[in-house]
């Protein structure tokens, strides 16, 4: 019975991890190469490389059904896999989406203030 719910408890974080990663990797691509730059957070293909190999390793943790050793859910590369998603969510995608706009303005929800 333990062992149930500890596999279910695996299968749950490594599909909320494979979302995080996911979000990451696709929400990375929809964004233009120079806004990165503009920003000074590396490049586009640097977070491109960085989120495809943490949607791909969260694929293999979701997919095979690897809870334990070097790829799993908990393990060293799927800690990595989801703490580089986590560091492109909570860091780069604000200042890359704030640059697709045009930088700040001094505007509010209902036009300038």
Sequence with gaps: MIMYVENGVFYLLALIAFGIEAWAFFDCLRHRANAFEAVAKRTKTFWLAMTGVAFAIGALSVFTGVRGG????????GLAAVTAASVYLADVRPAVKDAGRGGSRNTGPYGSW
């Design 70 to 77: 070097l790829f799993g859910t908990l393990g060293i590369f």
